[in-house]
Structures are given as C-alpha cells and as structure tokens.
C-alpha cells in the first residue's frame, strides 16, 4: 500500500517556474516507478513525466519535455516536478503517481494517485 500527498501546487505567471513535490508513504516507495499526470478543466488526464525506480530512465510528453524534469529521493520517499517556461496551457490540477515501471506509468495503468495539486499559469 502507497499513500500520495502532492504538494507545492500555487498561481505563477506565465514564464515562472514551480517546483511540485509528491511525498510516498510505505517501505516500498523505492520499488515503484513514479509520474506525474495532469488534468486540465473539461479536459481527460493526460501523462506528463515518469521516472523509474533508481532514477536512472526519465520519459516525458512531448507538451513538457525540456520545460520540466522529474527526479526522485528514495531517502525522502519523495518524487518532484520541476516546472520553468510555464505556460497558460499548463494550467491543470496534477496528479502524482506509483506504478510497477515507468511503463505502465506511460500508459497510465496506475496503481496509487494522490489527491493532486492546482497549478494555475496567468498570462
């Protein structure tokens, strides 16, 4: 069992950056490859960035690559999103979350979600 608790969500202008954290509770944090989604209003959740167990595989959509990195800390049973360049179109609540591997993050056959955080971009 793996409980998510997103944080760092905020109102930045576009341009900005922001960092999101999310904290993982349970012993087996290190096991799981995590991501992040995103959902914008009126708009399906959509995949954002995933990263695998040690760190060492990242895969990001194509609307946030270069923009954002994902990273983790196994000792902090943590997972962070770093956002610059944000845009408007950024604007969503985002979601962390575990999966067995990076891909079936990919695919979002998600095995925990957190409860998300608001990212709000103004223009």
């Known amino acids: 069992q793996v409980q998510l608790v997103e944080s760092g969500g905020g109102l930045v202008q576009a341009g900005g950056s922001l960092r999101l954290s999310c904290a993982a509770s349970?012993?087996?944090?290190?096991?799981?490859?995590m991501g992040w989604f995103r959902q914008a209003p009126g708009k399906e959740r959509e995949f954002a960035a995933a990263?695998?167990?040690?760190?060492?595989?990242?895969h990001y959509a194509d609307s946030v690559k270069g923009r954002f990195t994902i990273s983790r800390d196994n000792a902090k049973n943590t997972v962070y999103l770093q956002m610059t360049s944000l845009k408007p179109e950024d604007t969503a609540v985002y979601y962390c979350?575990?999966?067995?591997?990076?891909?079936?993050?990919?695919?979002?056959?998600?095995?925990?979600w957190g409860q998300g955080t608001q990212v709000t971009v103004s223009s």
């Open positions: 979350a575990a999966a067995p591997s990076v891909r079936t993050v990919v695919f979002g056959t998600v095995g925990y």
């Open positions: 349970g012993r087996t944090f290190s096991s799981y490859a």
């Open positions: 990263i695998d167990w040690s760190g060492g595989s990242v």
